[in-house]
Antibody, heavy 118, light 112 residues
Framework: QVRLQQWGAGLLKPSETLSLTCAVY????????WTWIRQPPGKGLEWIGE???????NYNSSLKSRVTISVDTSKNQFSLKLTSVTAADTAVYFC?????????????WGKGTTVTAS | QSVLTQPPSVSGAPGQRVTISCTGS?????????VHWYQQIPGTAPKLLIY???NRPSGVPDRFSGSKSGTSASLAITGVQAEDEADYYC????????????FGGGTKLTVL
């Protein structure tokens, strides 16, 4: 059974850098892409970006200048950094496993981390 | 403004059939890209419901089904139950945005 556990700072000041990490337990790490998705309060889902085990990335063009997704294959972990946060970046951030695409579908999700920029 | 358009809300009585539409364009669904569907209970992570237009992951009840035609896709729930009350999102790919994942705005299903 594959499980994703995510963590990171939940309260940031404007202009600070958001940093989240997601650990993958069980299953293959190298056979999938790994994604970050966020959901502002009361709103829908927004895809942030994805990475595979070799470090190949794709980012949402609207966030590309501020986003970095990285991978640590020795720990089966991947991370998200978002620089210069503003109130508009306040959201629940999810990590997820992405299968067979594009468009990839996300079949395993982390529980989400609430990030508030204030 | 979402690239994929869903109705904000739908409702149905227990046992009824409910459908949720997802309308795209020639740069996403109409270009032949698959559509996936997720169910989200408020306060929890989304759950994969339908992948690649019509496929149900293991454990998803067969009252959920998906279809796709032209620039649109639909999720149908046949015999809706109280536990199906949730938000539903469609997802596909858009070649003009260079974004691997685009979501619909979401549809709130209310079971009357």
């Amino acid at each position: 059974q594959v499980r994703l556990q995510q963590w990171g700072a939940g309260l940031l000041k404007p202009s600070e850098t958001l940093s989240l990490t997601c650990a993958v337990y069980g299953g293959s790490f190298s056979d999938y892409f790994w994604t970050w998705i966020r959901q502002p309060p009361g709103k829908g889902l927004e895809w942030i970006g994805e990475i595979n085990h070799s470090g190949s990335t794709n980012y949402n063009s609207s966030l590309k200048s501020r986003v970095t997704i990285s991978v640590d294959t020795s720990k089966n972990q991947f991370s998200l950094k978002l620089t210069s946060v503003t109130a508009a970046d306040t959201a629940v951030y999810f990590c997820a496993r992405a299968c067979s695409g594009p468009p990839y579908y996300m079949d395993v999700w982390g529980k989400g981390t609430t990030v508030t920029a204030s | 403004q979402s690239v994929l358009t869903q109705p904000p809300s739908v409702s149905g009585a227990p046992g009824q059939r409910v459908t949720i539409s997802c309308t795209g364009s020639s740069s996403n669904i109409g270009a032949g890209y698959d559509v996936h569907w997720y169910q989200q209970i408020p306060g929890t992570a989304p759950k994969l419901l339908i992948y690649s237009n019509t496929n149900r992951p293991s454990g998803v009840p067969d009252r959920f089904s998906g279809s796709k035609s032209g620039t649109s896709a639909s999720l149908a729930i046949t015999g809706v139950q109280a536990e199906d009350e949730a938000d539903y999102y469609c997802q596909s790919y858009d070649i003009s945005l260079s974004v691997s994942g685009v979501f619909g705005g979401g549809t709130k299903l209310t079971v009357l």
